[in-house]
Structures are given as C-alpha cells and as structure tokens.
C-alpha cells in the first residue's frame, strides 16, 4: 500500500511540474504581446 502511495505522489509531482511549465510558456507569449 505504502508504495503504491509513493507512486502517486510522484506523479502528482510530475503533473504539478508540467502544470508551472504549461503555465510560464502560455504567460511569457502574453508579456511578450504587451511590451510590443
């Protein structure tokens, strides 16, 4: 049980991680638009 409970903290993690990296690359577009 403990392990699979590992495993799905390490993959909220890795959701969490790729959630930031969606997130800054939709934002930087946006400021890039802005100062233009």
Do not use: E, K, N, Y
């Amino acid at each position: 049980v403990q392990h699979q409970r590992q495993v799905r903290a390490l993959l909220q993690r890795r959701v969490r991680v790729l959630h930031r990296r969606q997130v800054q690359a939709r934002l930087v577009p946006l400021r890039v638009h802005q100062v233009s």
